[in-house]
């Protein structure tokens, strides 16, 4: 199970959808599409994913969430029948993927994250990025350090990496998701005192990063308010 969120991506979900194809034969793929204007709906389609969507943008955790539901009935199922993991693409026991759609064709390289879990290294496998490409002077990334140290006692890499696996028990356990871009927080604290082990992993992977101009300052202030507002919540 793969959940990719998507806005205006149509340039890059094509090699994102073809990459997570190839790797993980199979997998059934659900884009997340919070309401794109560039046609990220119509490609995802065509490179054979599910498509939820709604006709107005909600943020990254509530269109996330809306996908999430779609595939809940299997992660149920799953544990209600506790099979043994099987492998990294479904099977008895099925992993679930979240990652973002602007990865392209370096998607592939989180198979690492399906095959952490199905192994039963951890139950919440985040990729780290082997190299850090953009970003500010590092306010909101250290408030999140802060707060899932704070909320759950774990250290973290990665605490606002997209690209996460989970195991069927953990999957359930962080729903619903936190709303807009305090998803990935919500989730490593609500994993973490369920009672699920964190492992993270350094992939090769690269995305389209926010840099230091006025519209990357803009996106991590909008950022910095999730974070406090999942940090509040989870008290």
């Keep these: 199970m793969v959940l990719v969120a998507a806005r205006n991506e149509a340039d890059r979900i094509a090699g994102t959808l073809d990459a997570l194809a190839a790797a993980l034969p199979g997998a059934r793929l659900v884009v997340a599409d919070d309401a794109s204007t560039d046609g990220t709906a119509e490609v995802a389609m065509v490179h054979g994913a599910e498509v939820i969507r709604r006709g ?9 969430g809306a996908a999430a539901e779609s595939v809940r009935p299997a992660a149920e199922a799953a544990v209600a029948s506790a099979p043994p993991v099987t492998d990294a693409t479904g099977g008895a026991a099925p992993v679930f993927l979240l990652c973002d759609g602007d990865l392209g064709d370096c998607a592939g390289e ?3 994250l399906f095959e952490a879990v199905a192994a039963g290294e951890c139950e919440l496998a985040v990729a780290t990025f082997a190299r850090r490409v953009g970003g500010g002077f590092g306010l909101a990334l250290g408030f999140a350090h802060w707060a899932i140290r ?16 989970l195991s069927a028990a953990a999957f359930l356990d962080v729903l619903p998701f ?8 919500g989730i490593t604290i609500d994993a973490v005192r369920a009672g699920h082990r964190l492992g993270e ?27 406090i507002a999942v940090y509040i919540s989870r008290r």
């Design 150 to 165: 704070r909320r759950c006692g774990a250290e973290t890499t990665a605490p606002i990496s997209g690209q996460r696996a």
């Design 201 to 227: 992993y350094e992939l090769e992977l690269e995305h389209r990063a926010t840099g230091r101009s006025l519209g990357g300052f803009l996106h991590r202030a909008r950022q910095l308010v999730d974070f």
């Design 110 to 112: 989180l198979r690492g």
């Design 56 to 64: 107005r943008p909600h943020g990254k955790g509530a269109n996330m």
């Design 178 to 185: 936190a709303s807009g871009f305090g998803m990935e927080i």
